[in-house]
């Protein structure tokens, strides 16, 4: 389990994306579509959040879990989604997350090794859109990628989930 403080909040959507491109962060086609959506939403003002990840498995699926039973699960433990705007934000804190497997990159219907998802409420059940965003570096690049999963998909135990422990203004 590995815990994080993250700040959020304070920037537009124009702001946060600007940023995001400064840093060279990529973005998939999938994240493009989400951050552009206008169900995606930023909050005016800034509030730190502990977040923590975990393995499907550590969330108690060691033959791997569909995202209702992880996003239930991880409730029953006092864990909550995350606002879709701490994809963006945690990138741009996240600089030096670990090399995923840039070898392998055929893998159908499964998260890439390496990665890490961003649980986040699911926007709408159409299955061409994104359900979220994922984390994942790739020959030294950083990359902020969406993703499609639907009500069946089974994750691997050995995939990264990101949750929120608690959430707290930032006072000034």
Not at 26 to 45: C, H, I, P
Not at 72 to 85: G, M, Q, T, W, Y
Not at 89 to 97: A, E, F, N, P, S
Not at 112 to 134: H, M, N, Q, R
């Amino acid at each position: 389990m590995i815990k994080r403080t993250v700040e959020i909040g304070g920037l537009t959507k124009a702001q946060l994306i600007r940023k995001l491109q400064q840093n060279s962060i990529l973005m998939n086609e999938l994240g493009e579509k989400l951050l552009a959506d206008d169900q995606f939403t930023t909050s005016a003002a800034k509030y730190s959040l502990q977040t923590v990840e975990l393995t499907v498995g550590e969330l108690g699926f060691p033959d791997g879990g569909t995202t209702g039973q992880i996003f239930k699960r991880a409730s029953e433990l006092d864990l909550e989604l995350c606002p879709l705007e701490l994809g963006p934000h945690l990138r741009l804190v996240y600089l030096d997350q670990p090399e995923g497997n840039s070898g392998n990159l055929t893998q159908r219907h499964r998260a890439p090794l390496g990665s890490i998802t961003i649980a986040s409420e699911i926007l709408t059940e159409d299955e061409d859109f994104p359900k979220g965003f994922y984390l994942r570096r790739i020959n030294g690049v950083l990359w902020l990628r969406g993703y499609r999963a639907d009500h069946l998909h089974v994750w691997n135990p050995d995939d990264h989930f990101i949750f929120i422990q608690t959430k707290k203004p930032v006072e000034d």
